[in-house]
């Protein structure tokens, strides 16, 4: 069946980096858009970076524009997300999705704390 796990949350102090981890299974990876949103308490789901299924192309939402890099391995089937400069606005849990023409795919998120 198909799965997204994401890994690699955490409580970090603001200015401090991150590395997000999303392993894909259960589909073909090399054929699906893959994209990180995140969500905060009483707030609505934003994305914050997306990536074409041969990784030639990235999109990346305002909230965290500058900050963060969005990259892909199809031979691991894994997408990833390196945050940086990270500040306690952004403690959400973060999500991974898998989107094509036909399907669209999340995981269950992890969650990512800023604090000092």
């Known amino acids: 069946q198909v799965q997204l796990v994401e890994s690699g949350g955490g409580l970090v102090q603001p200015g401090g980096s991150l590395r997000l981890s999303c392993a894909a299974s259960?589909?073909?990876?090399?054929?699906?858009?893959m994209s990180w949103y995140r969500q905060a308490p009483g707030k609505e789901r934003e994305l914050v970076a997306s990536?074409?299924?041969?990784?030639?192309?990235?999109n990346y939402g305002d909230s965290m524009k500058g900050r963060v890099t969005i990259s892909r391995d199809n031979a691991k089937n894994t997408v990833y997300l390196q945050m940086n400069s990270l500040k306690p606005e952004d403690t959400a849990v973060y999500y991974c999705?898998?989107?094509?023409?036909?399907?669209?795919?999340w995981g269950q998120g992890t969650q990512v704390t800023v604090s000092s």
């Open positions: 259960g589909f073909t990876f090399s054929t699906y858009a």
């Open positions: 990536i074409t299924s041969a990784g030639g192309f990235t």
């Open positions: 999705k898998a989107r094509n023409m036909h399907y669209a795919y």
